[in-house]
Each structure stands twice: as structure tokens, then as C-alpha cells.
């Protein structure tokens, strides 16, 4: 039997481990999947000490940068990336990082983009936006980051405007806002800007519907969250893991 898991923090709500274990369960596989809560990343040779029976892990929020100190070696495509969401772990104990993000999010997409998104808006400057940046600029879509503490050629909320909304067709939330149980959260952006030649895209899957979605859709957006990309990912990490 092996084992495998999600090393992230406030993770109770996660997808992965239902996912998982329905996953074995239909393949008739006997392996667990355990959620790893941690407060900060430095628990992390701790959980590999005590589970010696791993052979891979997903990573989540906040941990998909702070992690890439501990790894033995990170896959070209997640080192461009600059953050893993999947570790490998060989059988010499040897950890290897991978980012299945960027899959996850370029398959979910290319299902809802249309021919008129030449730009867009990523909300949020974590693990996560970095993988969907990565999957923009394979699609040559133009792109800025929005951020609450921003950095050269990145925007702040307080300086959007209906027009700019309006001129990003594609917009991203990678923040967590929203996430259950705060689904009250949303990112605070002029949502008066969007129309019916936008799409909406959040990372998150729980709810289903976030505040950030509703108002785009009630604009006359298409909306997509966060849940097909995360299957996708999934089952891309399993691939990697056997």
C-alpha cells in the first residue's frame, strides 16, 4: 500500500482527498490519502519522517513557492514556473517537483476561450498565478497581475477602472477570496466594466459559485471555477506519481 497526500494550510475544505479516494476506490487501489495541515512549511521533514510510506504529494496555498527549498530537483517546466504543486517521491527517498497547474488550467480554458481574448487580468501574485502566466504566454495572450502590495508592472486595485476591466476580456482570480467557509470574500474590482465578451475564470471550486463569478455572470459573462482544472491536475499528479 502507498500513500499520498496534500501539504497545504486551513485545507480542511480540499478537493483532493474525496477526489483521491474515489479515485482508488473505483480502481480498486488499496492507498490512502492523508491532508497535511500545516502552519508553516518548516513542518514538512517532519511529515516526511513520520510517513515513510509516501510516494507523492500535492502541494496548495500558501506553500507551492516556500516549498522548492526542500526539493532534491524541480522539473524544468515547474522551475520556469518558479512553483511546484506536485513532488515525486523516488524510491532513493529523493524529492523531485513538478507543476501540474499549468496543465490544469490550460486544458480548462481552452474549453471556454474564445478568439476574441487578447488580454487579460490575474488577480493575485501566489503559486498558482504563476502557472496560469505560464499557460498565457504559450497563448500569446497579453497579460497584467493585479495585487494589493504591487511591484513594477503590476497593478493595485485601487487603480482599476471600468476601463481597464473592460479592455482585459479574460479575467483570473487566483487569490483565495471566496474560498469556503469566508464565501462572502470577493476581489474588489470594478466589476461595472465587465460585459457579455468577458470570461471569468476562479481557481476556486468550493462553492461553486463565488460572489466574484455571480457578478460577472449577472453582467452577462461566461463563467468557469476552478473545479474541471483541478480534476485535470489531479489526474496529471497521478500520472506523474506512477
Not at 67 to 85: C, F, M, S, T
Not at 220 to 229: Q, Y
Request: hydrophobic content about 40%; charged content about 20%.
Amino acid at each position: 500500500m502507498n500513500s499520498y497526500g496534500l501539504i497545504g494550510k486551513n485545507i480542511s475544505y480540499s478537493f483532493s482527498k474525496a477526489f483521491f479516494e474515489d479515485f482508488f476506490n473505483k480502481k480498486n487501489l488499496p492507498h490512502t490519502y492523508t491532508l497535511f495541515d500545516i502552519e508553516s512549511i518548516s513542518e514538512f521533514p517532519e511529515i516526511l519522517a513520520k510517513n515513510t510510506s509516501l510516494k507523492g504529494l500535492n502541494v496548495t496555498i500558501p506553500y507551492k513557492q516556500q516549498i522548492l527549498p526542500y526539493l532534491d530537483k524541480i522539473d524544468k517546466e515547474a522551475k520556469k514556473i518558479g512553483a511546484v504543486n506536485t513532488i515525486k517521491i523516488n524510491k532513493n527517498g529523493l524529492l523531485v517537483g513538478y507543476n501540474t497547474d499549468h496543465f490544469g488550467f490550460a486544458t480548462s480554458l481552452a474549453e471556454h476561450l474564445s478568439k476574441q481574448i487578447k488580454s487579460a487580468l490575474i488577480l493575485g501574485t501566489g503559486g498558482a498565478s504563476k502557472a496560469v502566466a505560464y499557460v498565457l504566454d504559450n497563448l500569446n495572450i497579453h497579460y497584467q497581475f493585479v495585487s494589493r502590495n504591487p511591484e513594477e508592472n503590476e497593478l493595485a486595485y485601487e487603480n482599476l477602472t471600468n476601463e481597464i476591466i473592460a479592455n482585459h476580456k479574460l479575467i483570473i482570480n487566483c487569490t483565495p477570496l471566496g474560498t469556503s467557509p469566508n464565501i462572502n470574500a470577493f476581489p474588489k474590482i470594478p466589476y461595472g466594466g465587465i460585459g457579455h465578451e468577458h470570461l471569468l475564470f476562479d481557481l476556486i471550486y468550493n462553492p461553486q459559485l463565488t460572489i466574484f463569478l455571480k457578478m460577472g455572470k449577472d453582467r452577462g459573462a461566461k463563467i468557469v471555477n476552478g473545479e474541471a482544472m483541478l480534476e485535470y491536475q489531479a489526474k496529471k499528479s497521478w500520472k506523474i506519481w506512477n
